[in-house]
Every structure is written in structure tokens, then in C-alpha cells.
């Protein structure tokens, strides 16, 4: 079965400061994997997504994540974080069944 | 704006009752996914509608049903309610007829509060 694990349950940073956000999946097959972000009372949109190909993608906002097969990671990065970063972030994965599993959710605090 | 629909927004209720959530796709979209998000159990994928057919189910009650209907709207029907249920309810779509993906679009979701 698949699972997503984001070890930090909220990640504190400053403004400016660059600011990466840990994924982990465990899967026996091939996997899609995404990065959601959900702004208070809001649904969630689509970051980036990793799909095939190139192993880092870059996204929406000026996130990127790197695919890295060996270590079951999908991480996702941003060089200088802006106080409209602050909202909850989910790394999910999806086989060829399309549903989507969800990590629990890192919580992107920036400070100014 | 994701183009996914839902209504209604927020809606409360007491236990032991019976709503429906309604969720229209993005134009052109042919499946409908339904999610749960909750305090306790984070997010976690019920049901999958593809053109009217269900696909695939996850951890849904048996007291929750759902249907895609011709038009590729769907609803959700959540009977029995529990305080438990209390969440918040997402729609998403995907697998536009012209170009078909992964990505899932979601709703702004409907808040549901069990009384």
C-alpha cells in the first residue's frame, strides 16, 4: 500500500530565508507525486508535480522539488520565502488508480 | 479559481440526520473524487466517479453514498451523522476528455458541523 510521510508537522522561517519541506512515500510501483498548498479557510492548489521525466520540477510561487527514487523522497523547496507563503502544505502520491493519499500536512510559518 | 464547484459552503446539522454535498466538476472533466479532511484523520481520499462510474473506493462509511449523475455532477450522502463526520468535505475533478491527467483540481469544500 501506499503511504506519504512529512516528518515536520510545522516549519518555522524567516522572511527571505530559503526554506525546504520534507516528503517521504512508500510505494511498490510506479507513483505520480504532487505537492498541494492549502491558504486558510481555502481547498487546495496544485504546486507541482512529478509525473515522469526530469527529476526536478518547478512549480507555481517559486517552488520546486526534486524526485529522488532511491531515497523515496520528493522534497520541496523554495529559495526566499514571502510572508504569503504561510499556509499548510501536502505532498500526496497517486499510482494509476488516479486517487491521491496525502501526507499529514506541513504547516509553513514565515516570520518577517 | 479551480472551475470545481461546491455547494453548500458550510452547512450544520444534528446527529442522526441526513445531508447531501453537491460538487460540480470542471467543464470538460470526467471523474469526480471526494475527500475528507479532519483534524484527526488529515486528509483521506472516499470515493472515485469516472463518467458516471465508480472506480474506486477508500475509507468511506457505509453510511456515506455517492453518484456521478449524466451531467457529471456529483453528490455525496452522508446519513446517520455522527459528530464525528463533523469536516470538511472536497471535491476534486480530473481526466478532461481532451487531455487526460493526473492532476486533480479541488473545490473550495463544504464545512460540515454535526450538533
Known amino acids: 500500500a501506499q503511504s506519504v510521510t512529512q516528518l515536520d508537522s510545522q516549519v518555522p522561517v524567516f522572511e527571505e530565508a530559503p526554506v525546504e519541506l520534507r516528503c517521504n512515500y512508500s510505494?511498490?510501483?510506479?507513483?505520480?507525486l504532487f505537492w498541494y498548498v492549502q491558504y486558510p479557510n481555502q481547498g487546495l492548489q496544485l504546486l507541482l508535480k512529478?509525473?515522469?521525466?526530469?527529476?526536478l520540477v518547478k512549480g507555481i510561487n517559486g517552488f520546486e522539488a526534486e524526485f529522488n527514487k532511491s531515497q523515496t523522497s520528493f522534497h520541496l523547496r523554495k529559495p526566499s520565502v514571502h510572508i504569503s507563503d504561510t499556509a499548510e502544505y501536502f505532498c500526496?502520491?497517486?499510482?494509476?488508480?488516479?486517487?491521491?493519499?496525502f501526507g499529514s500536512g506541513t504547516r509553513l510559518l514565515v516570520r518577517p | 479559481d479551480s472551475g470545481v464547484t461546491q455547494t453548500p459552503k458550510h452547512l450544520i446539522t444534528a446527529t442522526g440526520q441526513r445531508v447531501t454535498l453537491r460538487c460540480s466538476p470542471r467543464?470538460?472533466?470526467?471523474?469526480v473524487y471526494w475527500y475528507q479532511q479532519s483534524l484527526d484523520q488529515g486528509l483521506q481520499f472516499l470515493i472515485h466517479?469516472?463518467?458516471?462510474?465508480?472506480?474506486a473506493k477508500g475509507n468511506i462509511l457505509e453510511r456515506f453514498s455517492a453518484q456521478q449523475f449524466p451531467d457529471l455532477h456529483s453528490e455525496l450522502n452522508l446519513s446517520s451523522l455522527e459528530l464525528g463526520d463533523s469536516a470538511l468535505y472536497f471535491c476534486?475533478?480530473?481526466?478532461?476528455?481532451?487531455?487526460?491527467?493526473?492532476?486533480?483540481?479541488f473545490g473550495p469544500g463544504t464545512r460540515l458541523t454535526v450538533t
Open positions: 476534486a475533478s480530473s481526466i478532461h476528455r481532451d487531455n487526460p491527467s493526473y492532476e486533480q483540481y
Open positions: 510505494s511498490s510501483v510506479s507513483v505520480y
Open positions: 512529478y509525473l515522469s521525466g526530469s527529476t
Open positions: 500526496a502520491v497517486s499510482d494509476s488508480s488516479y486517487k491521491l493519499i
Open positions: 467543464s470538460g472533466d470526467l471523474s
Open positions: 466517479y469516472y463518467n458516471g462510474e465508480e472506480r
